[in-house]
Structure formats: structure tokens, C-alpha cells
């Protein structure tokens, strides 16, 4: 994740790093190598104004850039089941996934619940926020999207495990998955599916990442290579 000040943040293994252009630094608090409650740290997002949310495994930490203050705003209670959380941050909320339920944390300090996925086993993987919409992708029920009145729909339902989700500057939707590569989900609705064995290939069908440059050319992450 990079801030509005142009700091790259980085999740690791071992904490939380951060890159200035010149070199790479752990971030320290007091005396501690890591004040993470584990340090595992597997996504940073952040809310443009002076914050970032930090997954930590079983929680999510907000860190104040300036001040370097910190604090837990959510946390896993069951810590003996392989980490859940998911978030995302956008129109004006910090979106949470935990198991099948989605949270919001707003600017007020206030965390409240927000939506469920109508499936009792499902497993929220991935978050993302477009057009007053929330879309989430789980590990076995499909992508799912929930307008702000509460509204869901199921929009992919055979597409393996989620992995990514990512909105392009066309506000198209883009869903990488664990085996059924790249699904595209335009505005009107209309679905694309990019795969490994397709007339234009994936370097590999597990999609980790999708990203788009500033001449509106997508980039693509596979467990194979770039795209």
C-alpha cells in the first residue's frame, strides 16, 4: 500500500516494513522490534487521510502516520481457527469480512455490522467498494455483491476460491481466483473469463493480483508469472 505521503507499506512475514524510495525499514514502536500481536502480516490499507489499517492475523490495528500512535479496532475472537479477516477501505468506511459477515468502521471510531452472506458456510476471502456497492469474494460461495440498502446479489457463483478483487478506472470488476484464472464483471453486468487455455492465456490460472498502470494497462499476477 502506498500513502499520500509516497511511503510504499509493506506485510510480511516478520511485520510491517516500509519503503522511502532509497531503503527498506521495519517499523518500530518503542523499545520493540514488532508491537503487532503477530507478526504475520499479509495486507495494509489505508484511508488517504493520515491512517493506516493494518491486518495483524486475529486483528486489525489503525496506526496514525504522524503521531505514530496506534490502536486495535477488531478482533478475531476465535484464535484457534486459521486467520479469516478481510478488508478494504472505501466511501468513507473501512470494510471488514469475517467469516460470512461484513463490519464497517467508520471515521467516528464506530464499527458496526453491516451485511451477511446468505450461505452459513461461507468464508469471506476478499473485499472490495464500487459505486456505493460492496463486493465480496469468498473461498467456496462465489462472489457476492451488496448494495448500501442491504440488497445481494450473487454475481459468480462456479468460480473456485477468490483471491483478489480489483476495480479498474472503467469500473470494471476484476475477480482473481485460486484455479479458474480471471473473470471480468463490466458495468452492464456482462462477465469475461481469462484462463491459462484461453485465446488470450494467463501465465497461470491461480491469480494472485491484478493492477492497473496510468495508461490503462492491466497488470496480472499469477502464481506462473506476469501478465
Known sequence: YQDEYGLLWIGARDGVKYYDGNKVTPLYFGNQKSWILSNFVPTICGDGNGHLYINANYSIIKYDLKSGSHEEIFTQDNTRVPPAI?????????????????????????????????????????????????????????????????????VLTDCSEIVTLFEDSSGTIWCGTLNRGLFGIGTDGSTVNYTASGKLPLANDFVRAVSEDDEGNLWIGTAGGLN
Not at 93 to 104: A, E, H, N, P, V
Open 86 to 154: 478481510a478488508f478494504h477501505y472505501g466511501e468513507d468506511y473501512l470494510w471488514i469480512g469475517l467469516k460470512g459477515d461484513i463490519f464497517r468502521y467508520g471515521d467516528d471510531g464506530e464499527l458496526s455490522w453491516f451485511a451477511s452472506i446468505d450461505d452459513t458456510d461461507a468464508e469471506i476471502s476478499t473485499l472490495a467498494v464500487s459505486d456505493s456497492s460492496v463486493w465480496a469474494g469468498t473461498k467456496s460461495s462465489g462472489l457476492w455483491k451488496i448494495d448500501v440498502d442491504g440488497d445481494k446479489s450473487v
